[in-house]
Nanobody, 120 residues
Framework: QVQLVESGGGLAQAGGSLRLSCAAS??????MGWFRQAPGKEREFVAS????????YYADSVKGRFTISRDSAKNTVYLQMNSLKPEDTAVYYC???????????????WGQGTQVTVSS
């Protein structure tokens, strides 16, 4: 059984930074991804990282501002979010992927989500 627990969400001002963490238990040497869901919108892909950490992929909307990383020794995946914008406001979810993909269907375990709110 795999459990994913996100933390680090909160309130930030536009232009500020937050770092999200996703602590994992169980078998997690897989692709890991971050998704987000804003109010009234569908959940969307944010970033993913390969099991080795050597390969990353980002949505165009966050490229250059967000950085995904992982610490395999700690079984933790991070999402460093800089230059935050009000449109980054959403619930952020981490997920374990069966392959590197932007599609939710390729991710089989999900965390409960953490709220990120960016004020203008």
């Amino acid at each position: 059984q795999v459990q994913l627990v996100e933390s680090g969400g909160g309130l930030a001002q536009a232009g500020g930074s937050l770092r999200l963490s996703c602590a994992a238990s169980g078998r997690t040497l897989y692709v890991m991804g971050w998704f987000r869901q804003a109010p009234g919108k569908e959940r969307e892909f944010v970033a993913s990282i390969s099991w080795s950490g050597s390969s990353t992929y980002y949505a165009d909307s966050v490229k250059g501002r967000f950085t995904i990383s992982r610490d395999s020794a700690k079984n933790t995946v991070y999402l460093q979010m800089n230059s935050l914008k009000p449109e980054d406001t959403a619930v952020y979810y981490c997920a374990r992927g069966t392959s590197g993909s932007i599609y939710e269907s390729r991710y089989d375990y999900w965390g409960q989500g953490t709220q990120v709110t960016v004020s203008s």
